[in-house]
């Protein structure tokens, strides 16, 4: 279950990744949690990292050991409900 949920987190990660930029810059606040409800938590499997994923369309990296935010993953903005 929990794999299924990191493969699942991890593809939007790299969809994230992939999609092309706004060329329009875009102020974003950075608070350094989710600001929405966490939807996913996937654990890798040296229990290491964690992978959590939210309904405020970022997914976070996070270090188990420290609780240190490591990376914030996010899909590009866009016009519309999907972004």
Known sequence: MIVRTAAAVLAFAFAARAARP???PILRIEVGMHTSHVTRIGIDRGGRSLLSASDDKTARLWDVR???LLRV???PIAAGPEG
């Open 22 to 24: 706004s060329d329009d």
């Open 66 to 68: 420290t609780g240190e």
């Open 73 to 75: 993953l996010r899909p």
